[in-house]
């Protein structure tokens, strides 16, 4: 895949221009401009149902769009199967729920991808998910099966699952939102060591302490629109937009 | 589950009001029943060397002994743990079936002499028609609900317009359509591999809406997940949807195949040697039917409880990611 003649050189992991998105009359996504540089952390807050999900689920074609361009590492996206494919090999996804495969061991997790989807023999396969569990510091449930993990190890094994197809970019979509209290910084931890190696991130995430520390850029999103983005200084500590500073509010008196 | 923890319900036929009123009743109803008339009876009486009550034992005292004998016996398997109660009543309940059987006063020197046949060739040809069904509707059933759940119009056509059909009209009426209604388009289909195309294609129908149901009950996060891996849509039905629809569709498919063997009897409408056919005109010459049909009837359970291990034994093998 590495010869694919529609990658342009040095283009940024992600580029997304005039993207619009209407699930039936409702508009989803309105004319969103990002681009995401290399080993840059991006943050992406904002009201529920204001398109933080479903900006980063395009990226990975997991949702269509109508209007506007998605480049990834400078790649078109389109409904080629073979171009949603090669996207999926450059970006790495973690979701809400985990959604591991129930009915394997977490080392068929993270191997099964590499055998069916990088082609990699049993032997090699196994030791490079062995590696990435390593690397998220849960080696030694590697025999068990998901439900006999506790939900942040469910998530870092997911990590390690994505981590070890090797992306160009990590998508996170909520990470820690459906973990006990107890079990956020583990995962939150994890994702930190993620960000010394360098890797590039899209997180979308309600732990706005977290956002501030992680994040080299933030966007507030509201309505399906960007309203706001900057450093995490920035928008945080004096945002310009009304909303922005109405989500703030809200979000810091809960906390 | 051990008796101990169930708090709310205890062993209820050990409840003295329970058990005594129980026994009670059974008396009333041996008593009404004429107890002492059954065969059965007569032969228990003999095994306990009652030998003076033999030709007409006082009405009450052959329902009193029956009714103390199966209050004994309930008090007895309700002592026991879950597992053997179960095992006990089932051989119980099979030895009253024999006992049934035994006393229609069976030629078995008859049964002896056709049972051969009735194995190699009755038997041999109900297992092919079966097996090869099972294979084919299994397919189908797969094709079906993949065609189902695509979203292509013209698959989906298909697919609804298959299962209306052949869910719709009488097996027995889809082996005759195909055996005779297919030669009047110029199509000669043999006798077997006509039974085979019914019962494939209605139990494909069937089954086609439970591999549906089963794939529908898998989370739409696994499909996500697989395909942001990059999986290809081959790999994710394979590999991560299937494995865990399984479990949800082999119970009422195990029923839909245990259903067939004995579907897969209407055939002998079309003049196939199979064991019901068989059955039916071996005993014909003889006027034994009864034998020829309990024969049969114990060779077509045999080999439910023999699908029915093979069920329990898949259901394990697709059930272990959920031990913890």
């Known amino acids: ?116 989807v990088r082609g990699l023999a049993v032997g090699p396969a196994r030791e490079r998910a062995m590696a990435y569990l390593e690397k998220v510091r849960i080696p030694e449930q590697a025999a068990k099966y998901p439900a006999q993990l506790s939900g942040g190890q469910q998530q870092r094994v997911a990590i390690a699952r994505a981590l070890a197809m090797e992306p160009q970019l990590m998508l996170l979509d909520e990470p820690t939102s459906a973990l006990d209290p107890e079990m956020v910084k583990e995962v939150l931890d994890t994702m930190v060591a993620l960000a010394a190696d360098g890797m590039t991130m899209a997180v979308v995430t309600h732990e706005m302490g977290f956002a501030r520390r992680f994040a080299t850029r933030v966007i507030f999103m509201d309505q399906g629109r960007i309203v706001e983005a900057g450093t995490p200084e920035a928008v945080f500590g004096a945002p310009k937009e009304e909303r922005t500073r109405a989500f703030l509010r809200q979000v810091l008196r809960e906390g | 589950m051990s008796v101990a923890d169930n708090i709310d319900y205890p062993p209820l036929l050990r409840r003295p009001a329970v058990f005594l009123s129980g026994v009670g009743v059974l008396f009333l109803l041996l008593l009404r029943a004429d107890a002492a008339h059954w065969a059965p009876v007569h032969g228990l009486f003999g095994a306990l060397a009652l030998t003076g009550l033999e030709a007409g034992p006082a009405n009450g005292l052959a329902a009193a002994l029956v009714a103390a004998l199966i209050g004994l016996n309930v008090w007895v398997i309700t002592g026991l743990k879950t597992r053997w109660q179960m095992w006990i009543v089932w051989l119980e309940l099979a030895a009253l079936v024999a006992v049934l059987f035994v006393s229609f006063d069976l030629s078995y020197a008859f049964i002896r002499r056709k049972l051969w046949i009735l194995i190699s060739i009755g038997l041999v040809n109900t297992l092919l028609i079966s097996a090869c069904s099972i294979v084919l509707a299994f397919v189908l059933a797969l094709a079906g609900a993949i065609a189902k759940l695509s979203g292509n119009g013209i698959a989906l056509g298909i697919a609804n317009f298959y299962t209306s059909l052949f869910r719709g009209i009488p097996l027995l009426m889809q082996i005759y359509l195909i055996y005779l209604g297919l030669p009047q388009v110029g199509i000669v289909v043999d006798a077997i591999p006509a039974g085979i195309a019914a019962l494939s294609l209605c139990y494909g129908a069937y089954m086609t809406e439970i591999f549906r149901g089963g794939i529908e009950s898998i989370p739409r996060g696994q499909w996500e997940a697989a395909r ?97």
Request: proline letters at 6%; glycine letters at 8%; hydrophobic letters at 45%.
């Open chain 1, 1 to 116: 895949m590495s010869a694919d003649p529609a990658i342009i050189a040095d283009a940024p992991p992600v580029e997304i221009r005039g993207l619009s998105k209407w699930y039936g009359a409702f508009k989803a996504l309105d004319r969103v401009d990002l681009t995401i540089g290399p080993a840059e952390r991006l943050v992406i807050c904002g009201p529920s149902g204001s398109g933080k999900s479903t900006l980063i689920r395009t990226i990975n074609a997991l949702e269509g769009f109508q209007e506007g361009e998605i480049r990834v590492d400078g790649l078109r996206l389109t409904r080629e199967p073979r171009v949603v494919r090669a996207v999926r090999l450059r970006v790495g996804m973690v979701f809400q729920s985990f959604n591991l495969f129930p009915h394997m061991t977490v080392l068929d997790n993270c191997a099964l991808p590499l055998r069916r």
């Open chain 2, 228 to 324: 942001a891996l990059g999986f290809k849509p081959g790999d994710t039905l394979f590999r991560i949807i299937l494995p865990q629809a399984m479990r949800v569709i082999i119970p009422p498919t195990g029923n839909q195949f245990i259903a067939m063997l004995k579907d897969s009897s209407l055939v002998s409408v079309v003049g196939v040697w199979e064991l019901m056919y068989l059955a039916r005109t071996q005993g014909q010459a003889e006027f034994r039917h009864i034998e020829m049909m309990i024969t049969a009837s114990v060779i077509y359970w045999a080999f439910s409880i023999a699908l029915e291990m093979v069920q329990a034994r898949i259901e394990r093998r697709f059930g272990r990611d959920h031990v913890r």
